[in-house]
């Protein structure tokens, strides 16, 4: 699970340089899908990890707006002080948390359950589902997207035995 953390970090970082080549207002510019723009849509991947880390803890969520982050050097700062915390989370993550119970209180009322390995796998998923996102828009402005290739990121060692 750790590894998947760092992966996707190592891909959000790759992609914030990305952006760097673009202008804000392409940056911001609507699209198709997603929650309608690039740079949202990495606040929101960085705005739902953070979240769901705190939530299960029993921790208060995150109530911040997209509308006080629309700059990547603002969406890199609010990640850079959220990632200390997930970090620390992901690193201490041990098998008793797995089956770990959640209760979430749904809008209309209704109370879900999930376990805390459930939670975390979706944190994962999401980001994932959002580099893809991303990777259209990429090709929709013409250029190269991030890679999304796990293989030869060095996320795991090798050892001859």
């Given at each position: 699970m750790q590894t998947f953390f760092q992966y996707n970090w190592m891909v959000r970082e790759e992609w914030y340089r990305w952006c760097e080549?673009?202008?804000e207002e392409e940056l911001l510019q609507t699209r198709t899908?997603?929650?309608g723009c690039i740079l949202h849509t990495l606040f929101h991947i960085v705005d739902v990890?953070?979240?769901?880390?705190?939530?299960?803890?029993g921790k208060p969520d995150f109530v911040g707006s997209f509308d006080d982050y629309k700059s990547l050097n603002q969406v890199r700062k609010l990640d850079s002080e959220f990632r200390s915390e997930v970090e620390n989370f992901v690193s201490n993550w041990d098998d008793g948390m797995e089956?770990?119970?959640f209760y979430d209180t749904l809008p209309d009322g209704r109370i879900v359950t999930d376990?805390?390995?459930e939670v975390i796998r979706h944190v994962i998923a999401h980001e994932i589902h959002h580099i893809g996102q991303l990777s259209i828009w990429a090709r929709e402005v013409g250029k190269k997207p991030i890679s999304a290739n796990f293989i030869g990121r060095g996320l795991i060692s090798h050892s001859n035995k």
């Amino acid at each position: 699970m750790q590894t998947f953390f760092q992966y996707n970090w190592m891909v959000r970082e790759e992609w914030y340089r990305w952006c760097e080549e673009l202008s804000e207002e392409e940056l911001l510019q609507t699209r198709t899908g997603g929650v309608g723009c690039i740079l949202h849509t990495l606040f929101h991947i960085v705005d739902v990890e953070w979240s769901w880390i705190r939530l299960i803890q029993g921790k208060p969520d995150f109530v911040g707006s997209f509308d006080d982050y629309k700059s990547l050097n603002q969406v890199r700062k609010l990640d850079s002080e959220f990632r200390s915390e997930v970090e620390n989370f992901v690193s201490n993550w041990d098998d008793g948390m797995e089956n770990r119970l959640f209760y979430d209180t749904l809008p209309d009322g209704r109370i879900v359950t999930d376990t805390w390995g459930e939670v975390i796998r979706h944190v994962i998923a999401h980001e994932i589902h959002h580099i893809g996102q991303l990777s259209i828009w990429a090709r929709e402005v013409g250029k190269k997207p991030i890679s999304a290739n796990f293989i030869g990121r060095g996320l795991i060692s090798h050892s001859n035995k």
